[in-house]
């Protein structure tokens, strides 16, 4: 079935970038509603930004004007680009589709984000 890597995670200092990857292998091909989740640490999972595939995205509104969501879908793949961080935004990022079923989830890839 589909396997989701993230990748692209690190320690960064307030007010810096970062650029997060989810590359989608295996299961029969086809476009999907993606999105981009994060936990942050005794806190459950949020839903952050998504984009369907017409390429309409939608912004949870603690990211809005600071993150953006991409993909490319013949790479399957599946962009963060995340500015202007703040320690609020520290937390394990996940991608997934929105639209259940659920791919099964992957181990994610963690965001540091120091003052």
């Known amino acids: 079935q589909v396997h989701l890597v993230e990748s692209g995670g690190g320690l960064v200092q307030a007010g810096g970038s970062l650029r997060l990857s989810c590359a989608a292998s295996?299961?029969?091909?086809?476009?999907?509603?993606m999105a981009w989740y994060r936990q942050a640490p005794g806190k459950q999972r949020e839903l952050v930004a998504a984009?369907?595939?017409?390429?309409?995205?939608h912004y949870a509104d603690s990211v809005k004007g600071r993150f953006t969501i991409s993909r490319d879908v013949g790479k399957r793949t599946v962009y963060l680009e995340m500015e202007t961080l703040s320690p609020d935004d520290t937390g394990v990022y996940y991608c997934?589709?929105?639209?259940?079923?659920?791919?099964?989830w992957g181990q994610g890839t963690e965001v540091t984000v120091s003052s």
């Open positions: 295996g299961g029969i091909f086809a476009i999907n509603v």
């Open positions: 984009i369907n595939s017409g390429g309409t995205t």
């Open positions: 997934n589709t929105p639209r259940p079923p659920l791919y099964a």
